[in-house]
Each structure stands twice: as C-alpha cells, then as structure tokens.
C-alpha cells in the first residue's frame, strides 16, 4: 500500500520532554517537508529537506530540529524549547521531477500539558 | 515575501446552492497555483494544480481557475459531502509552497 504514513496519530507529553515524530513514505519523493497547523489556521512549514543528509529551516524552526538519513524517512523532533508545542503536526512528500503538488500524510495531533 | 490570502474564511451553504471561493496570491515567478481539501481531523487532500493565467481544470462538481492575480474554486450544485476546508498554496523557486489559511465550508441539507 503506497504513500505517506505519521505516527502516532495522537501523541500526549508533559512539558520540558521532547518527543519525536515519524514520518515515512513510499512513494521515491525526493523532497519531504513539515508544517503545522493550529486551529482555524493554514499550514507554517517548519523544516523540509529535498535529498538525504541535507535540510533547511522553515518559516518557524525554533524548537524544533530533523534528520534525513534515509530517503523514505523525516522525522521531527519537538524539544523542550518550543514554547508552545500543542499542535497539528503535517508531513508531506513532493517529486522534484517535473511537478510540484505536495501530497501530505494523516498528521499527528500533538498535546503537550 | 511570497503571500497567498483566502475569502471568505468560512462560507455556508444550502445544498445545490453553487459560489466560488477565491485565492488571491502575490508570488515571484509563479511556478503552479494548487487547491487542497482537508476534512477534520486529516491531513489535506491533493486536488489541482494550475500553471498559467487562463488554465482550468474540473473535478466533479469544483472547478478552478487561474488569473494573474487570483484563483478561483467554484462549486456547483454542492452537496454535504462537500463541507470541508479548502486550501490554497503557490509555488514559486525553490519548491516551496505558500499556503493560505483556507475557506471552511458548510453545506446543509
């Protein structure tokens, strides 16, 4: 079965943990990207890399650090120093051959009391 | 700075009640204009990508269009099934998308 999977779908922590998100996928995207999303608002990208061992920050990657040691693999890691971590947590795929869509994952639902 | 806007933020419909929501987008060297449905609770589902001024493209009952300035999403005859948020991103260098924050759509029986 082909795509884009987050786990784990709900994910409940105490502040001052850090905890990791996967993501992993199927599909030979090169590029791969996370975004949050808060209620009632669009998606903020917080890091995304398009090819192994590289990635760049997004718009809002304070407290938040990745890898990319494997081409089917991102996962975030949501550390302590993120002052405000509850959150919808997005991972997507893109192809950098010819097209840019990027398809996106079920996301895991972040609450940090 | 790149920026995409979405109106209205939410919009209520009766069912077969047809409206257009609207994209508008301040992008250098646009590279592809994409709508997205996203359900609660699930992350958002591709639906097009638009290229240049002029294109459009059919899905069912929405249908999009692209101008130099603006997108448009129109929904025909909506059905409940339709409610969802729609998303729109740009894309310019880099492969980056741009995301506005959506229209949240309500269609009632």
């Known amino acids: 079965d082909g795509g884009i999977t987050q786990s784990p779908k709900y994910l409940f922590r105490k502040e001052g943990q850090n905890v990791t998100l996967s993501c992993e996928q199927n599909?030979?995207?090169?590029?791969m990207y996370w975004y949050r999303q808060d209620p009632g608002q669009g998606l903020r990208l917080i890091y995304y890399?398009?090819?192994?061992?590289?990635?760049q920050k997004g718009d809002i990657a304070e407290g938040y650090s990745v890898s990319r040691e494997k081409k089917e693999s991102f996962p975030l890691t949501v550390t302590s120093a993120q002052k405000n971590p509850t959150a919808f947590y997005l991972c997507?795929?893109?192809?950098?051959?010819?097209?840019?869509?990027?398809?996106f994952g079920p996301g895991t639902r972040l609450t940090v009391t | 700075e790149d920026q995409v806007t979405q109106s209205p933020e939410a919009l209520r419909l009766q069912e077969g009640e047809s409206s257009s929501l609207n994209c508008s987008y301040t992008?250098?060297?646009?590279?592809?204009l994409f709508w997205y449905r996203q359900d609660p609770g699930k992350g958002p589902e591709f639906l097009f990508t638009?290229?240049?001024a002029g294109e459009e493209k059919e899905k069912e009952r929405l249908k999009a269009t692209l101008t130099k300035k603006e997108s448009f999403l129109h929904i025909t005859a909506p059905k409940p099934e339709d409610s969802a948020t729609y998303l729109c991103?740009?894309?310019?260098?880099?492969?980056?998308?741009?995301f506005g924050g959506g229209t949240r759509v309500l269609v009632k029986p």
């Open positions: 997507a795929t893109q192809s950098l051959q010819g097209t840019y869509e990027q398809y």
């Open positions: 991103a740009a894309s310019a260098a880099g492969n980056k998308l741009t």
């Open positions: 638009l290229y240049s």
């Open positions: 992008v250098s060297g646009l590279r592809g």
């Open positions: 599909l030979n995207h090169d590029a």
């Open positions: 890399s398009q090819i192994v061992n590289d990635f």
